[in-house]
């Protein structure tokens, strides 16, 4: 299996991927990587030899010493060229091949930020506590700014040019939380469609303990409390 990809130039659309440890799972990943796009690995540290793999499927590697999620993302989002990116997890718990409505969401000018509700399929796809963490923030995110969200996941898709423009400034949990955020401060057009979300290849690093939910819910907190941004929508 082998993924497809293209020039940015040719295909417009860049998938970053956040990657610490998934030799296992990026097989799958990146043969669901829709034909003509663009898979950019961006390796925070592994050890099982991630790099290579994503590689020789034929994924730009990009390389993120700082550890972080939001280190990761943002990384991924400096070097990628594409004028459409896409976010997803890299550990087979979400199928990339489901964000093409979303890139055609954003071409059609309909949204400015499409964001994936994340629904179970599959027995421990998604810990209680990791959902109850979620909901929980989901409806700090209500009051902050008025959308009625149900998920904060990380599949999502955008413009990068205006992505950049909200200054994201958050390197770890927070990172998701604070784009949507900020986009919705400055006005953005923000959609969510559901996604099935699978059992996730190997050990998860942030959500599959109450310690690592904790962490995110405390990074996210952090970040509900920032003063509103002065950002400007996409044009």
């Avoid at 959902?131 to 009051?143: C, H, I, T």
């Avoid at 405390?218 to 929508?233: F, H, K, Q």
Wanted: charged share 25%.
């Amino acid at each position: 299996m082998s993924a497809v990809t293209t020039s940015p130039a040719r295909c417009g659309v860049d998938v970053i991927l956040p990657c610490l440890d998934e030799a296992e799972a990026l097989p799958w990943v990146l043969g669901r990587i829709p034909p003509g796009w663009r898979a950019l690995v961006v390796d925070n540290g592994s050890g099982d030899g991630s790099p290579e793999v994503a590689r020789d499927l034929g994924a730009t590697v990009v390389h993120e010493p700082r550890r972080g999620f939001g280190a990761a993302c943002h990384a991924g989002l400096t070097a990628a060229s594409a004028e459409i990116v896409c976010f997803c997890d890299c550990d087979g718990s979400l199928d990339p091949s489901l964000l093409v409505p979303f890139v055609d969401e954003i071409r059609s000018g309909a949204a400015d930020l499409v964001l994936g509700r994340r629904r179970p399929h599959g027995r421990g796809a998604w810990p209680v506590h990791a959902r109850a963490g979620n909901l929980a923030l989901a409806r700090l995110v209500r009051r902050r700014t008025g959308l009625r969200l149900r998920d904060l996941g990380p599949m999502r898709a955008a413009r990068r040019e205006p992505l950049l423009g909200l200054g994201l400034t958050d390197r770890r949990s927070g990172y998701p939380l604070q784009m949507v955020v900020r986009a919705a401060d400055a006005g953005w057009r923000i959609a969510e469609h559901d996604v099935p979300y699978l059992p996730r290849t190997g050990a998860s690093k942030v959500t599959g303990t109450w310690r690592g939910t904790w962490q995110a819910v405390r990074d996210m907190s952090r970040t509900l409390a920032e003063p509103v941004a002065d950002a400007g929508r996409p044009r």
